[in-house]
């Protein structure tokens, strides 16, 4: 899905990006991108307390004219899984500017101030 919105892998481009991509988050964003992956660590919790289990979730989409689209015949957590990931997707995809390779595989420890409700 990631690559579709943005013609980035995933894994190799988001994996440990910054404070918040990847598993877990600290401290404030340091650019768009990361903060693409905290309001998408948001979005895992709401489901999460809404007793999903989004990071083992299987799900359906289709790409379409270059829409991600989360198919609506499955279950209520596969589709918000969905809609999550594609919420982190085209966020990704507006924050393509900001994207600085520098930050991928940060330094945790340098994630400091007040961590971001959600």
């Given at each position: 899905?990631?690559?579709?919105?943005?013609?980035?892998?995933?894994?190799l481009s988001y994996s440990w990006y910054g404070?918040?991509?990847?598993?877990?988050?600290?401290?404030?964003?340091?650019?768009?991108?990361?903060?693409?992956?905290?309001?998408?660590?948001?979005?895992?919790?709401?489901?999460?307390?809404?007793?999903?289990?989004?990071?083992?979730?299987?799900?359906?989409?289709?790409?379409?004219?270059?829409?991600?689209?989360?198919?609506?015949?499955?279950?209520?957590?596969?589709?918000?899984?969905?809609?999550?990931?594609?919420?982190v997707a085209s966020c990704f995809s507006s924050?393509?500017?900001?994207?600085?390779?520098?930050?991928?595989?940060?330094?945790?420890?340098?994630?400091?101030?007040?961590?971001?409700?959600?």
């Open positions: 899905m990631i690559r579709s919105a943005t013609g980035k892998s995933a894994l404070c918040f991509c990847g598993i877990g988050g600290r401290g404030t964003p340091v650019d768009s991108t990361d903060q693409c992956c905290h309001a998408h660590d948001c979005c895992y919790r709401k489901l999460r307390e809404g007793k999903c289990r989004p990071l083992i979730t299987p799900y359906h989409f289709d790409v379409a004219d270059g829409d991600i689209v989360c198919s609506n015949e499955q279950s209520w957590c596969e589709r918000e899984t969905c809609l999550c990931d594609k919420a924050a393509l500017h900001s994207y600085n390779r520098s930050y991928h595989f940060y330094f945790r420890l340098k994630c400091r101030g007040s961590k971001l409700q959600c």
